[in-house]
């Protein structure tokens, strides 16, 4: 067996998604203000504002690696959690080779997913091959709850040869879209639009999806997104008290903690 001493090599880090600079942001493991956070049960059964006429939904984007699963060529038996059984397992065809892929799936995950497709038109955009991800999101989503799935092929190469999330290529109004992605670099071309998210491997006790969903909730009303997003950022993270501070403004904050 194969043993690490942090985390199994990400398929991001390998020849299915390009070597970006999100390195950086992989060393990170905590946010700003991390012990200013709702209580679970709260969020997990948070009354949300469902929109049910389709065509004014907003459009919620997610990245795929390291945002909501983490994907290794290897079983996971890492150095502090030995022999962990993947959530998904599936073998793909690349470059004439097979590859095994072991996923495990971030925390809350469906949870966040059949929540906040109630309120947003749900898509992925990876940086990620169409060969790994399309079967990954397959598997992923049994209740038909995303929208759209965009891969490598739809990001824009940068001038120093980064792929980026570029959401004009879209063809939908800014002010009405989210990406939610652990690298913002992903998303340089629309900065106000780009929400950051800790990187995530196996972190079992993680809660980053569900601590969102108070302000993603707010976002859906809101008539421009571009508003309020950068708000809420300091220094490429999510600043927690800033989102108590607009909750607050607009008394949305009633009985949120755990006390």
């Known amino acids: 067996d194969i043993k690490f001493d942090y985390y199994p090599p990400s398929l991001k880090d390998k020849i299915l998604s390009p070597e970006d600079d999100d390195l950086y942001y992989k060393s ?5 203000n991390n012990n200013n956070i709702y209580d679970d049960n709260y969020l997990l059964n948070y009354d949300i504002n469902i929109n049910k006429n389709p065509e004014t939904k907003k459009i919620l984007i997610l990245d795929l690696d390291e945002t909501l699963v983490h994907s290794s060529f290897y079983p996971f038996n890492c150095e502090d959690e030995n022999n ?10 690349f470059n004439k080779k097979y590859y095994d892929v072991y996923v495990l ?3 809350y ?10 309120i ?12 790994y991800a399309e079967p990954l999101l397959i598997k992923l989503d049994k209740n038909n709850l995303i929208k759209k799935k965009l ?5 824009t190469l940068s001038e120093d040869n980064k792929y980026i999330k570029d959401l004009n290529s879209l063809n939908q109004n800014l002010k009405n879209i989210i990406l939610i992605d652990n690298n913002p670099n992903s998303y340089r071309y629309n900065k106000c639009n780009g929400i950051p998210i800790k990187t995530w491997h196996f ?12 302000f993603l909730n707010f976002l859906s009303t809101v008539e421009d997104v571009r508003e309020y997003i950068p708000k809420i950022i300091n220094n490429e993270e999510i600043d927690y008290n800033k989102i108590d501070e607009i909750l607050n403004k607009f008394n949305l904050n009633e009985n949120k903690r755990n006390t």
């Open 28 to 32: 990170r493991i905590s946010s700003i």
């Open 84 to 93: 962990m059984n993947p959530d998904i397992f599936f073998t793909i065809l």
């Open 105 to 107: 799936l971030r925390p």
């Open 109 to 118: 995950f469906n949870e966040f997913l059949n929540k906040m497709s109630k």
């Open 120 to 131: 947003f038109d749900i898509y992925i955009f990876t940086a990620s091959i169409k060969e």
């Open 151 to 155: 891969f490598r092929e739809d990001c």
């Open 203 to 214: 972190e079992k006790n993680d809660r980053e999806l569900i601590k969102i969903i108070p």
